[in-house]
Every structure is written in C-alpha cells, then in structure tokens.
C-alpha cells in the first residue's frame, strides 16, 4: 500500500511542474535546441527571460540518467526540467537543460551512463563499475556538456562572459571536472554532487579532491540531510576552504523520508534553496 506521505509529496511535486511549465509558457519558453557533438545530436530546453538582453546564462548538468523502473517510479527528465527552467528565468538568466546521451530528448543516441555504470557492475563488479564511471565523466559525458557550453554561450542575448554551471549528482562531479577546464566560467553550484557515489568510489573521491585544487570560481556545496551522503560537500567545501579559495556549504533539514527523497531536494524543495542560491549567483554574476 502507498504511504501517505508518498501519495502527497508526488501531488506537491506535480503541482510544482505543472505551476512552472505554466509560467514557462507564459514568459514563451522552452524552446527545443538540437546541440551537435561530432556523430551525436544532443537537444536541450532553453528558458530565456523576458526583455532585450544580454543576459547571463546557466547550464544544468543533470544526473547520471534513470533505468527503466526509475523512469517508471520517478518519472522523465523532462520534469527536473519544467521545475528549473521558468524559475532561472524568472530571475533574469537564460536556462539551459541539456540532455546528455540516452537520457530524455537525447535518449535515442546511446545508452545513458547510470545503465552502462550497471551493467558494468554486473559483469566485473564494483571496482570495474568507478573506473567506467570516472571515464565517462572525464570522456563522452564531459563532451557532450562541452558541447552543451558552447551552444550556450554562442546564443545571441547571452553574455559569454557571465555562464555559471549547475550539476546534480554524477553531474554534479561533472560540473566540478568542468570547473577544473573552463576557467571563465563565474560561479558554480553543485547539489547532492557524488552523494550516491562518495562512500562507494576512493577513485571518484580523489579525482575530485584533485580537481577543486584548480578551480578559481565560487562554488556552492548543497544537500538535504537526508542525502545518500553528505560526505562529498562536506570534504570538498573543506579542501576549498584550506586552499583560501571562496566556497559555501549548505546542509538543509531533510526533506521527505528517504535518502532518495534527500537526494532529489534540488528538485523537491526548490522553495527552500531559491533565495540561497539566487544570493549566490547574484553576488557573482551581477557586477
């Protein structure tokens, strides 16, 4: 039998959607994009504010995708999308959702990561499973949102020189490793980033640590305390901290019941995050 608290935290959840795709259709948004990167045709949703521009712009980096029974369960892509985008353009900055391979509008153009992570667990285990893992955001996933980056800052109304970068979970670890490479980007927000994988990847734990040594913009640390782990945020918003560099660290109070209701937070409780990173980027890519 379903819990209560489950039938009423989809209820709020869909409202939400319904609520911002309402208003993104409002403002005239989304507009579907085809990103090319070399054989592979990605697309993506684009928000855009209102008015003539230029505007700074945000790309999200989403998860590492969803299997079959997660799409069943938790629904598409798509919706993290609708949540996130009227709302960045709301507050004045163009919003990209990039679908990176096997994952929602780019769902025909290979398999996602989460489903070749899994299967190469099955095969070879869990060490074989973190080596896949690190080359794919290294590799094919750090190239297609490279990809994403510079469809995003070719847009005409978008300032070039005013791109921050969002990621959640694996993208979360995928925008840290692109912090690393792109220099110029302004801020960076990283929810629930390596919450799943921390405790399980001393590989991706390292890769990471290493990383933020050469990143020079602010980056921001979310999760719910209910996350799989805090850990990452935690030990990363340290190193940072260590090096002199300007970070921020954010636990908010759980949210739902289970880590994988924590782990979603950037999508369950936007209301509670919204001023804070908002704040964030406004500080950074306001002046």
Known sequence: MTKPWVFLLAVLVLASALATMAEGKASGGPETVAVH???????????????????????LNHGSGRTPEELERLGPYEQQACILGPMFARHGYVFMFLF?????LSADQGKNAVDLMN?????????????????????RDM????????????????????????GHSFGGSLT???????????????????????????????????????IGMPVFFIHAAND???ASGKALDAKLEQLGK???????????????DGHAFPFLGVKIWEPD?????DMYMRW
Do not use: C
């Not at 990605?42 to 504010?49: E, G, K, Y």
């Not at 299967?119 to 955001?137: D, K, V």
């Not at 300007?246 to 994988?260: M, V, W």
């Open 143 to 166: 190239s297609d949102a490279l990809s994403g980056l510079a469809f995003l800052k070719a847009l005409s109304k978008v300032d070039a020189h005013d791109v921050a970068v969002i």
């Open 277 to 281: 990173v908002f704040a964030f980027l």
């Open 228 to 230: 799989y782990s805090v």
């Open 37 to 59: 990167n070399g054989p592979v045709t990605l697309h993506a949703l684009i928000w855009r504010p209102q008015g003539r521009g230029p505007f700074p712009a945000i790309l």
């Open 100 to 104: 990176r391979r096997g994952v929602g």
């Open 176 to 214: 840290l490793l692109m912090a690393e490479r792109e220099p110029s980007l302004r801020a960076v927000v990283v929810f629930s980033g390596a919450g799943y994988s921390w405790d399980r990847s001393p590989e991706l734990r390292a890769r990471l640590l290493a990383a933020v040594e050469h």
């Open 246 to 260: 300007p970070h921020l660290l954010k636990i908010y109070p759980p949210i739902g019941q289970t880590p994988d």
């Open 119 to 139: 299967i190469e667990s099955a095969a070879h285990g869990q060490e074989a499973r973190n080596t896949l893992q690190l080359e794919l955001l290294e590799k």
